[in-house]
């Protein structure tokens, strides 16, 4: 099978010189930040709701911690460390601790409840696990039965001045408390301790993200610092990020999106970090004014929420030069209504956790809508006929690959798992995206359907087998199918159709199944919407046919007989 559709067409590159590939670093995340540190010691990294770190502070406080888990916790190299909090000057000091001591992040969302972070414990072995105070409680009770032999706690106000100007949630401006059996954030940097001189090559392993899992629970995607890293300078290099700019860090930084705008592009760059712990419209929008974001990476719904301001024009967002994002398509009229508020374009990316984020972004001087982009630097995609192991040509529509250096290395202890995923072309081995798509004579690619069963709230993947698996646990519950309803602020939201077991029919409410979901699920995975029937369609072989189901509120929604 020959895949002639690997960077872009000859006239699309002819047009786009910045597409061509550029030299693969044999650099580390870990020696980014040194590099930045010794350029800018006295710019700021981080801007933090009125407190302002420099590089140097930075890099002292990454070597403290780095030094603490060599050297207390006894941790060693390849070890996994945890890491669940919001975004943080936290968040980024303890990230680049964990790649400094030559250790693996795994990064864990904040959305996430305890059974959901026990399994991520579990399953990656992690020995140890820094947690924000507000989540301390989760953090202790999930790493029971887990490897965890260290728990580090931090509270978000020890980097907040005394006094700001912005509205502050509780969990945000509380003060520290001692948590029984923990070590306390600020006792750990100001140890003392120094790291001993880093091991790790552009080919080590250094981050676990994890995938929610299509057959069942999550896996963990393992990269290397080449992987995380060419993102990085490939983003930094298309956006035209540079030392002066000032990037959003509201994406959330567990997520890849998130990771690569709001931590490692900016480092790489030299660029500061302006944080918001997570999305609120009024404080990120101050912030974007007071620091003066040049750089901002939005879910959808983001941008949604910001253009619903009605005062947004009134705001100097005069150094906002680049929104972009990826996830999730930008209605075309929110589209439109960002380029004539603030006269700038969104630019659509795509990509994935296998992928480090982004395959494909859209070039910043003709950004079409509803478009995945062209594909990245040293980046090959193809559109496949899988089953047939043929690429198809122009126009046609099948199953989008992908090729290049920013390709996990494989899932955590799945190696079938991982072997289902790639499929060889030309000697090469490309990822499956399970995403049904077409290129265009320009070399555009776009999405049209998926072949792996998955939902997309605001960007955030939601794996239905996984919130069945969750379902089933309830007594009360017979047989479930998790499908996809449209959402106009989240694009879609999960719904469960569910048959009852026959004692508790009348007994039981669609709320009751909702409210019991939500206190084991992420907020964006558990069902908004259940509906009880007295029956599910079933292949012969009893297979539940989640496809018909889909199909039948696909045409509810367009008003079909």
Known sequence: MTCKAFLMTDAALRRRDFTRAFALSHSTLTNNLLVTSARFPDVAAIHFLGTSISYRDFHRKVEGLAGWLQKHAGLKRGDRVALLMQNSPQWLIACYAIFRADLVLVP???????????????????????????????????????????????????????????????????????????????????????????????????????????????????????????????????????????????APMYHVSGFNHAVTGPVYAGASIAIVPRWERDLATNVMVDYGVTHASLAPT????????????????????????????MPEEVWKRLNETLGLPFIEAYGMTETAATTHLNPIEDPRPHCLGIPFFNTRACIIDAEKSQELAIGEIGEIAVHGPQLFSGYWNRPEATREAFIEIDGRSFYRTGDIGYRDADGFFYMTDRAKRMINASGLKVWPAEVENVLYQHESVLEVCVIAVKDAYRGETVKALIRLRDNVRGRITENDIIGWSRQRMAAYKYPRTVEFVDSLPKSPAGKILWRELQDRENAKEVGLP
Request: proline fraction near 5%; aromatic fraction near 6%.
């Open 108 to 250: 864990i969302s904040p959305m996430n409840r305890e059974v959901e972070v026990a399994h991520y414990l579990r399953d990656s072995g992690a020995r140890a696990m820094i947690v924000a105070q507000d989540l301390a409680e989760i953090a202790i009770a999930a790493s029971k039965n887990s490897e965890i032999g260290t728990l580090i706690v931090a509270t978000y106000s020890d980097y907040l001045p005394k006094e700001t100007r912005y509205k502050l949630p509780d969990w945000l401006s509380a003060g520290r408390t001692k948590v029984s059996g923990c070590s306390i954030w600020t006792d750990v940097i100001d140890a003392g301790f120094s790291p001993e001189a880093p091991c790790a090559g552009a080919l080590s392993l250094c981050a676990m993200p994890y995938t929610s899992g299509s057959t069942g629970k999550p896996k963990a995607c393992m990269h290397t610092h080449r992987s995380l890293g060419h993102n990085a300078t490939g983003l930094t290099l298309w956006h035209g990020l540079r030392p002066g700019d000032v990037s959003l860090g509201a």
């Open 302 to 329: 983001a941008v949604i929420d910001l253009l619903t301001n009605t005062r947004v024009r009134e705001f100097d967002l005069s150094r906002l030069r680049r929104i972009t994002a990826g996830g999730a398509a």
